[in-house]
């Protein structure tokens, strides 16, 4: 099993704000996260945002304006901002990694948010 953590989750009120972050285990050099999916009440996947090692970023239309995903280079950590919460954003957030060698991926164990009144 790959050492990876997600955390930052949680239970707020819509409008309130919860930050992700995923890390991986001190030393890890094999693996680098890139995005951030949720897992909702189907257990569908959705992108939610997306930072890949050459910059690029894309974010799924109901995130934009509201979610900032970044990358902590040197601690190989993946985080998203996310700010002005929903109902609908609730779900299990499940960070994605990629073999630097191999692009195969690999997904975290997911953390959950529940944005409920």
């Known amino acids: 099993q790959v050492p990876v953590v997600e955390s930052g989750g949680g239970l707020v009120q819509p409008g309130e704000s919860l930050r992700l972050s995923c890390a991986l285990g001190?030393?890890?050099t094999n693996w680098i996260p890139e995005t951030w999916y949720r897992q909702g009440p189907g257990s569908q996947r959705d992108l939610v945002a997306t930072l890949t090692t050459a910059g690029t970023i894309t974010y799924a239309d109901s995130a934009k304006g509201r979610f900032t995903i970044s990358r902590d280079t040197r601690m190989n950590k993946l985080h998203l901002q996310m700010n002005n919460l929903k109902p609908e954003d609730t779900g299990v957030y499940v960070c994605?990694?990629?073999?630097?060698?191999?692009?195969?991926?690999?997904w975290g164990p997911g953390a959950q948010v529940t944005v409920s009144s």
């Open positions: 994605e990694l990629r073999n630097v060698l191999t692009k195969v991926p690999y």
């Open positions: 001190n030393g890890n």
